[in-house]
């Protein structure tokens, strides 16, 4: 079995074992809202499939990321723009 490491969710360690997707590591890390609506009503994920694109985050710099669909890598750093 491979060990737990580590990613950063707005700046704040969370250890998260293989396979856990980023959304998971959001939520253990105590966060809610993952984004805003344009209206600026916070918002998370909903169907967690990559439909509904509620879950969208910043990954690694990069912004818009389907945080259900999207495997934790140690070092990775998530950013919930809500």
Partial sequence: MRKA??????????????????????ALAGETRFRRSPQGTPRGPLCGMGVCMECRVTINGRPHCLSCQTLCEAGMEIHTDA
């Avoid at 490491?5 to 959001?26: D, E, I, W, Y």
């Fill in 5 to 26: 490491f580590q990613v950063r969710v707005n700046g704040k360690p969370v250890a998260v074992p293989p396979g856990t997707v980023a959304a998971a590591a959001v």
